[in-house]
C-alpha cells in the first residue's frame, strides 16, 4: 500500500494581521489560524492518489499543540492519520532546524512512499523546506509537476520547466512539491468533520525520537529572524497642468520612464 | 456556563462558509433573479452531507449535533437564504420527523435516500382555509380495505416542485365518528399526486414553492407516521425543531446584511469621511450587532436544548420570533445605510430584505409565536 505523507503548517489568517513593534514578530493571539493556503492543493493531491492507488494518508505538522486544529481539518478532509510535533524545544526553529526535525521523524517513520508539501508558507514564504529536506533524506524532489503516474513502484511525471515538458521516471521514495492552483482542494464534508474528532493525533515530542541535541530550535537555528515590518504601499499622485498637447506629452514621457515603449496616441505626426 | 463553540462546532462554521461563499456565492443572485434552482447544487450539497446534516451514520447522514446544524443553516443562509431553505425544510421538517416517529421500516425505505439528496423531502401543512389556525385543515383520507383514499390540497408548499418525499397533514374519521388529524408520508409518484404552478414570490424565489392537489391518492396504511391520531402532537413537536432552523436562517440573512453594512460603511466618504464615522450611522452598526448576536444565543441556546432533551418549545419559538424580527430589521437598516445603492438590485441588500421577510410569516407567523410562550410561560413555565 503506498504511503503518502502530506506536509502542513497551520499559520494565521492573512486578512488582519499586526505586527508587534516592539519584538518585530508577528502578532498571533486573538488571530484565526487556517492551514497554510498553499498546503490545500498538497493535500487534495495525496488524497486523490489516496482513492486512485488505495493508500494511506497521513498529514503531519510541527507547532505549538493548537495545531492540532489543522490537523483535524486534515482528517475532515479525509486523511487517514495525523501527526502533531510539538515540543517548546522545537520553537523558533528556522527552516533547516525544521527540516531536522522532520528528518528525525521519518528516520522514526520509515515506511513512507510520496512525501507531498505546498509551495510555501503564506506566514513566512521561504519556500526552502521541501529542498532541504529531500536533501536531508537524500530522496529526490520534484517540482511544479502537472501529471503523474505510479507503476511497479515507479513515479512517472511531467513537470513545467520553463518552456519544456519534462517527463521524469524515478523510484520511489520521492518527495513532491506541488504548486499552487495545481488542483481544486476538495470542500470538507461535515460526515468528514463528525469523523475527524474522533480519530487520534499522534504526537511526536523531543523524546519521541532520541533527538540528537542540536535539535534546539531557539539556541540552534543559524538564521534570527531581526524585523518584520508592514509594507504599506502608496500611490503617488502628479496633476499635469497646461494645455492637451502639454499634457499628452507628459503622459507619454512618464509612460516611457516606466518602460512602456510602444504607444499609440492616435495622433497623426503633423499634429 | 460556556459560550465558546466546540472545535468540531468551529470547524463546521468555517468549512460550510468556504462552501457557501465558493459554490453558491455565484449562483444565489441568479436563483433569485429567474427563480429556479440547480440540479448541480443539489448534487453539490450532497458532497458535503447537508442533506441529512444530523441523520445518524448509518443511514448515510452525518450525525450531527443541533448547534451544527443552525450553524450550517445559517452559513448556507449569510450567502443564498433559498438554499438555506431547501435545506433546512427538508433537513428539519422532513427527515426529523421519519427518523424520530417512523416505523424501521419507513427509515429504512426513505431515510438513505433523504440523507444523500437523491429525495429530497418537505412537510406541508398550510391550506387555503388553515393557515395559522393548523387544526384547520380539510384534507380528508378514507379508509378503503388496507389503504386509504386521499383528497385534498395544500399550499405554499416548501420544495413543492422538487420535494419526492412529502408530510403532509390530513384529517380521518375516528371509530367513534368524530375526525383525528394524522400525518401521511407521500411520494412524488404516487397516482393523484398533482403538483400545481411555481408561485411568484417576493423573496425566496429559488425556492420553488407550490400547491399540491391530492386526487383520490390510493396511500397504503404503512405511510401512517407514528400513529393514526398523533398526527397534530407530532406536527407540533416537528415545528418546535423546524422554527430553530428557520431562526438560524433568519440569523445569517441578517449577518449577510451587517457584514455588507459595515464594509460599505467603512468606504464610503461624504463630508470627506467614511460615513462609518458618524454617529447616525455608527450606531445602526452597533444596534445591528447587538441583535444579531443576541439572535444567535437565543438559536443557540434552543438547539442546545433540544440536545440535551431539555424543554425547547418556548426557546424555539423565542429564538424564531426574535431572529425573524431583527433580520427584516437589519436587513431594512442595512438598506438605509447603503442608501440610494442599497435599493438597487446591482446589489444584495434588497434581495436580503425580500427573503428576511417570509422568516417572520413561516413555520408559524411571530404572533402565533408569542402565543406559544405566552402559554409556556402560564402554564408555568417561566
Redesign the interface.
Known sequence: MLKIFVLIKQVPYLHNLEIDRRTGTLIREGVENIINPDDLYALELGLSLKEQYDGEITAMTMGPPQAD?AL??CL?MGVDHAILISDPIFAYSDTLQTTLVLKEAFDNIKDYDIIITGSQTSDSSTGQMPYQLSEALDIPLITDIFTMEIKDHDFYCHRNFGHESQHIQTGLPILVRTQRHFNEPR?????G??R??EKEIEMYNFDTFNCPDYLDGCNQSPTRLVKTEKIILKRKNEVIDGTTKDKIERLIHIMQEHGIERIWTGMSQDE | MNFELT??Q???R???R??AE??LAPVAPIFDKEAKYSEDIVKELS????WG?QLP?KYG????DSI?YAI?IEEISRICASTGLMLTVHNSVGAFPIYKWGTEEQKEKYLYDIATGKKISGFSWTEPNAGSDAQGIECIMIQDGEDFILNGSKIFVTNGAIGSVLLIGTRYKKENGQSGIAILILEKDMDGYEIGQPEEKMGMRGNITTSLYFHNIRVPKENVLGSLGEGFRIAMLTLDVGRIGIAAQALGIAQAAYEHAVEYSKGRIQFKRPISQFQGISFKLAEMATKIDAARLLVYRAAYNKDKKERFSKESAMCKYYAGKIAREVTQEAIQIHGGYGYMKDLPLERFHRDAAVTTIYEGTNEIMKLIIAQQILRGNL
Open positions: 486544529f483535524r481539518e475532515a470542500h470538507i464534508s461535515l460526515k468533520i463528525k475527524a474528532f | 472545535q468540531r468551529q470547524l463546521v468555517r468549512s460550510v468556504k462552501f465558493d459554490v458532497k458535503i452531507n447537508a446534516i451514520e447522514g452525518a450525525e450531527l451544527s450550517t
